[in-house]
Each structure stands twice: as structure tokens, then as C-alpha cells.
């Protein structure tokens, strides 16, 4: 019988890629982390990119629960079950979210999750994959917070123009005017009648003075950029700094001022307007607490950040003061300083200066119970400059 010689293209045609090949292709992807859950969502297979990317070796997540990658938060919000319970509706479900690594770090990735079906249609599992883009959202929201800042900038002009013409021209109006009278009837005026006065002008001059350094600050912190010099700070150093300051202040009323930070608790900021901010909150603190009271500041790690707590048992603020605490508008400046004793104008600085360092600010209170003033900052230097916790959806096909 003739032996007839196959055609090599043929052969080649009839070439069935094994499992192994299929596999080695998966674990070349090294910017992907490719992954499969059984049925009970329990990982059975980890790629290499899978622990280059979160940093767990393979046979310590083989046996764990697919709840591993995911934060607290989205653990709370059921976000691994409403995945699952997508693709099996939909054939496979997609999302961009942070995930936590292994050390705890967070990154921000791209994710795919799928069914898994064998030959005969039977449901073998699911395959999860991911893709980390923490670098590209972190460039994406820095371009988009300078464009926002940019777009913010003739509007914090006009706003300081618009204090200068009203918050400090009618103060010193009224100075010029009383000058002017005492000018021109103090030959003919009792003597306790210009003592009354000059107390007036010397108070009017002062709280003038004040409003005027609280605007030079203020533009400072829009304006002056290259004043900006954030380094690693130890918080302890700072508070106590504040608390010998306002030490005297505090015992007139004898209130107790206390922190239980940690020695070892430090942020990223600028040195002057962290003691600002400091200083700012608990000044304020002490004004608004009674004889007898106490004020505490504590700090908890969260994630990258440091969240400092400084809680008083003051008058506390009803919800529509909270609401335009860090707010003031520019035509009402002067009625909340003399209202809240320059707190209005001290709290849009700390917005400012917390904004400034990568920070936020917010607060909690009960009326005739206590205000708790919270601000974050950043524990190490970011990144990048700016950041944004705005989501933004990255396309599937990049």
C-alpha cells in the first residue's frame, strides 16, 4: 500500500494547544492579574501577574474566599455577590474600583468577571480579571483637579476684591468717621466721652487689623504656591505645641485640654499651616466650651491618611450653622466673626490650608452636647500633587 506523506500544513491545522500552553500564555500577562473561583467563590487557580499585582504567592490565596481582594467598604456594600449575581445575568460584569493588596496598599484596576462553563454547559466557576490603571487614574484626576482649580481662580479673585470693598472699606469708614468727630469736638467733649470713643477706634482698629491678616492668609494659600513646602511631620510635636499655647486660654475656663495620638503618628504637610490648622480648631474649641469643659484630640490611621478627631463639650452647632461653617459669604464675613469670634473666618482658612496638603475637613455636632471637628491628611508624600475622589471609567478595550 502506497504510504502517502500528510501535507506538513495540514498536520499543523490539526494542532490542539494543550492546557499547559493555554496556561503559560495566562501567566505571561504579568500586567494582568487572571484568576478562577469554584462555585462557592473560592480561589482555585492564581496567575503570576495575579502575584505581581497583589503581592499574595499562590499558595496563599489557593482556599481563600473571593472576598480577599476587595476593601472593608465594598465587603459592606456587597460588592463581590452583586458581581457574581451580574454575570450570570448579563454573561460577565465589569468595574473600576479599588482593590487592597497583600500589604494593605490600595490600587485602582479595571475588572472583568465571567462564568465558567465545561464542555456539556455544566457551571465550573468564574475567571477573574484585572488590570491595574492606580497610575493613570491618579494622572487623570490630577489633570482634572488643576483644571478645576484653574477654572477656580478669578473666582477667589473676585471674592477678595469683593471682601477688601466690603468687609474691610465700611470698618474703616466707620474708624474715619469717629477719628473725624473726636478731630473736631474734643476740646468740647468730657473726658469720659473720648475715652469711650478711643476705646471704640483702638477695638475697631484691631479687629480691622485681624480681618486683614486673615485675608493676607487666605490668598496666601491660593496665590503663593512656592511657600508651599510639605514635609514628614510627627503630630505629637505639633499638638503640644498648640497646647502649651493655648494652655493659659484653656485654664481661665478650666477646661482640660488632652490628645491620646500616638508618639509615633506622623503626616505629609507644611509645617506653618499645620500649626495653623491646630491652632485654629482648638482655639475655637475653647471659645465655644464652657467652665468645667474638656477638649480631646485623637487620630486614627486610615488607609493612606491620618483622620485626627478634636472633640469638645461645648454649646455644639445646629445642622444649619454646620452647613455653612466652611462656607462664609463674603458679604456676612464680618457678622460671623463678631457672631463666632472669628470662627468663620478662621475654619475657611483651615479648609484651605487642609486643601492645600492633600487634606479635607468636616463636622459633627449636637446642640447643647459638643462639636467634633475631623480633618485627614496624608500619612507619606503622594504621588502625585493633587487627587480627586471622583470615579472615572476607564475603557474596557485599553
Known amino acids: 500500500m502506497e504510504n502517502k506523506q500528510e501535507n506538513p ?21 504579568q500586567d494582568y ?5 469554584d462555585t462557592d467563590f473560592i480561589i482555585n487557580s492564581w496567575s503570576s501577574g495575579s502575584v505581581k499585582i497583589f503581592g499574595y504567592e499562590t499558595d496563599e490565596v489557593i ?21 457574581i449575581e451580574t454575570a450570570l445575568k448579563d454573561g460577565r460584569a465589569t468595574d473600576n474600583r479599588w482593590h487592597i493588596a497583600k500589604d494593605k496598599s490600595l490600587f485602582y484596576a479595571y475588572g472583568l468577571v465571567f462564568p465558567l462553563t465545561g464542555l456539556d454547559g455544566e457551571m465550573l466557576g468564574y475567571v477573574k480579571i484585572l488590570r491595574d490603571l492606580t497610575e493613570r487614574k ?29 468687609d474691610l472699606r465700611s ?16 476740646h468740647k467733649m468730657k473726658p469720659d466721652a473720648v475715652q469711650e470713643m478711643l476705646d471704640l477706634l483702638y477695638k475697631s482698629s484691631v479687629d480691622e ?34 497646647f502649651e499655647s493655648l494652655n493659659e486660654a484653656a485654664l481661665i475656663n478650666t477646661i482640660n485640654l488632652h490628645h491620646e495620638i500616638e508618639e509615633n503618628a506622623s503626616v505629609f504637610a507644611d509645617r506653618k499651616m499645620l500649626i495653623s ?12 466650651t464652657g467652665k468645667g469643659g474638656t477638649i480631646s484630640v485623637s487620630a486614627k490611621k486610615q488607609e493612606d491618611k491620618i483622620v485626627v478627631q478634636v472633640k469638645d463639650t461645648g454649646v455644639g452647632m445646629s445642622k444649619q450653622i454646620i452647613d455653612k461653617l466652611f462656607t462664609p459669604q463674603m458679604k456676612t464675613l464680618s457678622e460671623t466673626k463678631k457672631k463666632n469670634k472669628g470662627a468663620g473666618i478662621g475654619l475657611l482658612l483651615v479648609k484651605g490650608f487642609l486643601e492645600k496638603n492633600g487634606g479635607e475637613i468636616w463636622v459633627e455636632s449636637v446642640e447643647g452636647k459638643g462639636s467634633s471637628f475631623y480633618f485627614t491628611l496624608p500619612i507619606d508624600e503622594p504621588l502625585y500633587k493633587i487627587g480627586s475622589s471622583d470615579e472615572i471609567m476607564f475603557d474596557e478595550s485599553e
Not at 33 to 37: K, P, R
Not at 147 to 165: C, D, M, P
Open 277 to 288: 490648622i491646630i491652632q485654629n480648631i482648638v482655639s475655637n474649641a475653647i471659645k465655644h
Open 63 to 83: 482556599g481563600k474566599s473571593f472576598d480577599l481582594i476587595f476593601t472593608d467598604e465594598d465587603l459592606k456594600n456587597s460588592i463581590p455577590k452583586k458581581e
Open 171 to 186: 470698618p474703616l469708614s466707620a474708624i474715619i468717621g469717629t477719628a473725624k468727630y473726636l478731630k473736631e469736638n474734643f
Open 9 to 29: 500544513k495540514i498536520l499543523k491545522n490539526k494542532y490542539i494547544p494543550s492546557a499547559e500552553f493555554y496556561s503559560q500564555i495566562v501567566d505571561s500577562l
Open 33 to 37: 492579574s487572571i484568576f478562577t473561583l
Open 209 to 242: 487689623l485681624d480681618m486683614l491678616d486673615y485675608l493676607v492668609e487666605w490668598a496666601r494659600i491660593k496665590y503663593a504656591s512656592d511657600a508651599f513646602s510639605p514635609t514628614k511631620i510627627k503630630l505629637t510635636e505639633f499638638i503640644d505645641k498648640v
Open 138 to 166: 491618579q494622572s487623570e484626576d490630577a489633570i482634572k483637579k488643576y483644571v478645576k482649580e484653574l477654572e477656580e481662580l478669578n473666582t477667589h479673585k473676585e471674592s477678595v476684591l469683593a471682601i477688601l470693598s466690603h
